[in-house]
Each structure stands twice: as structure tokens, then as C-alpha cells.
């Protein structure tokens, strides 16, 4: 692979390598999902399972037997080989909270950057039985049929979701966020990456992350971007790293944008 210009074939490879590898440790996370599972409390007050701690370990096993080369980020177990040009970040279970309350809706997160561009996402959903998988200029595919955004334009016949609104209580952008939940149809916190899939899908609208880190975010740039839509931080800026997350079409999106940073009266 040229890691400084790869080719549409290479990323499609390179996608369908990923979706495997994210697979095989959807497969070791499944494996504790429901059980009694002891959770401890990382020093960012999030929590960490043995669940995720081998589903990470069986993910950078993977990458490094088949690319040595290609440097590796994770949220549990850190960075390898910084600097190099193909760096594969991870999330080994995206909606740990979930996890251990029994809930399905928590996946397996795997993007690819490529000099610094995401060009390779992929989310798994080991529990609900989806994978969403996009490579940059071959578009998204949903349990590996096409997907695409929906085409709604409105916003008060619009799904909004977030996955936990009390992340906007006390923050800065609380005024923007009931301004948008005002203006949407309907608001649910179907949240963590299960959102913004549903997004990519078209089976919701909006999904607005008010904090969200960069491997919780890996994918999604180009799933959603390659599914037709958009994906920014609440600045609007399209990046995995801007420490937020917002999710829709390309219709909807300035207008959530606007909601957000302002709190207005929306104008529908």
C-alpha cells in the first residue's frame, strides 16, 4: 500500500481488513456481554472492563502481524509507532456504560488515518448484528448493502439524538442543545456511536456528541461524509479530533450548527 496516496482498491482492502478485524473482537466482547463483569473506574472517570482491556489487546495483535508498520492508537492501551503515516485508532467498546447495564447498543470502533486524513471507518454492533463500513470515495455500506443519510430537510419532522443530555447541563452549549431538541420532531438518547450509525442509515436525522475523544469519533468522519452526509465538531469544523460530534445531512446540518452555537428561536 503507498501510504501517502493510496489507491480506491487499496482503501476498499483496507476497509474489508478492518470490518474483519473489528468482528473478531466484536466476538470477544460478546463473549462477556450480559455476564456478572467487574468494572473499574479509569482516572477520566469512565469506566473499563476486561471486556474492552482484550477486545483492544486482540485488535493491535491483528494490525501489527499484518502491517507492522502502521502505528496504532487505542483508549485503553495507547500509542505505537507515532508518527507513522497510516495510524489505525481504536475504540474496543464504544458505550461501555451500556455494556455493563446490558444494554445492545455499544460497538466496536475502528478508523484509519492516512497522513493525518480519516479515510477508513468502521462500527461494529456485535449485540444488535450491524456493521457500518466506509472507505473515502467508495461509499458507506450497512451489513454490506449501500447506505446512505436521510433526505429530510425539516426539523421539526427530524429524529435528534444525543446520548446523554444531562452532557449539556452547566455547559455552554446547553441553551443551543434545547433550542435544537424545540425544534426536532423528536429526541431520543440512543446514543454513543449507535447514533450517529442510525444517522449514516437514515433512519435518524441529528446525533449531537457535546464531548466526544478522538477514537470515539475515528469512524464516523468518513461513514457519515461517504453515506452522503456530514459530520463536525459543534464549530463545524469536519474533524475526529475537535472533541465533539455532530451528525446529519447535508440539508439539516448548517441550520443544527447554527441551533447550537446560539440557542436561537429556530425558524423552521
Request: charged share 20%.
Amino acid at each position: 500500500m503507498n501510504a501517502t496516496h493510496p489507491t480506491p482498491i487499496e482503501l476498499g482492502d483496507l476497509a474489508r481488513t478492518a470490518e474483519g478485524f473489528a468482528r473478531a473482537a466484536g466476538e470477544v466482547a460478546l463473549g462477556y456481554f450480559g455476564t456478572r463483569i467487574g468494572v473499574e473506574t479509569k482516572a477520566d472517570d469512565t469506566p473499563v472492563t476486561i471486556a474492552d482491556r482484550e477486545a483492544e489487546s486482540l485488535l493491535r495483535a491483528e494490525i501489527r502481524r499484518r502491517f507492522p508498520d502502521h502505528g496504532i492508537v487505542g483508549e485503553e492501551h495507547g500509542e505505537v509507532l507515532p508518527g507513522a503515516s497510516v495510524r489505525w485508532i481504536l475504540d474496543p467498546i464504544d458505550g461501555t456504560k451500556s455494556f455493563v447495564h446490558g444494554v445492545p447498543l455499544w460497538g466496536v470502533l475502528i478508523g484509519i488515518e492516512v497522513e493525518g486524513e480519516p479515510v477508513v471507518g468502521v462500527v461494529h454492533l456485535p449485540a444488535l448484528g450491524e456493521t457500518v463500513t466506509a472507505a473515502r470515495g467508495l461509499g458507506a455500506r450497512w451489513n454490506g448493502e449501500p447506505c446512505s443519510v436521510s433526505s429530510e430537510s425539516r426539523l421539526d419532522r427530524s429524529l435528534l439524538l444525543t446520548t446523554d443530555e444531562a452532557a449539556f447541563h452547566g455547559h455552554s452549549g446547553e441553551a443551543g442543545w434545547r433550542a435544537l431538541a424545540a425544534a426536532a420532531r423528536m429526541t431520543r438518547s440512543w446514543g454513543d456511536c449507535y447514533g450517529h450509525v442510525l444517522v449514516a442509515t437514515g433512519r435518524a436525522q441529528v446525533m449531537v456528541d457535546p464531548v466526544l475523544a478522538s477514537w470515539d469519533a475515528a469512524p464516523l468522519l468518513t461513514i457519515v461524509t461517504e453515506a452522503g452526509g456530514c459530520f463536525t465538531d459543534v464549530s463545524g469544523e469536519p474533524t475526529i479530533h475537535g472533541g465533539s460530534g455532530v451528525s446529519s445531512n447535508p440539508a439539516l446540518h448548517p441550520r443544527v450548527l447554527k441551533l447550537l452555537a446560539q440557542g436561537a428561536d429556530p425558524a423552521r
